[in-house]
């Protein structure tokens, strides 16, 4: 299977901005492992006032990397810890804000000298 890219936002408390942030540095003990583990090859944050986009690729299908994190004991510890800072997080089902990829720049092509 080809590299999977995902992308989300969602929201942080205004007044939870610091505390947000500070939680990241570091993340808690088992949660990178929980992500490799589950086929997450690369994953950041980024984040504008209090709008952050989480973007990320993986080694399968997002549905099922995402399933198997929400099984995992010490992620799943985690997403609910830190869901305290944010105001909007998942729409009424539950689900992440997913967004879709609508351009990518193309790999650089070798030059010839």
Known sequence: MTEQRFCY???ILPDRVEEYEREHHPVWDGVVQAMHAAGITEFS???RGTSV???GS???EIE???AELD???VN???SAHIRQYMSVSVDANGALFMSDECWRMPSATPTTP
């Open 9 to 11: 936002t969602f929201e």
């Open 45 to 47: 944050l980024f984040r």
């Open 58 to 60: 993986a080694t399968r």
């Open 71 to 73: 099984t995992d004991p």
């Open 53 to 55: 986009i989480a973007t």
């Open 76 to 78: 799943a510890a985690w």
């Open 64 to 66: 099922a990397v995402f």
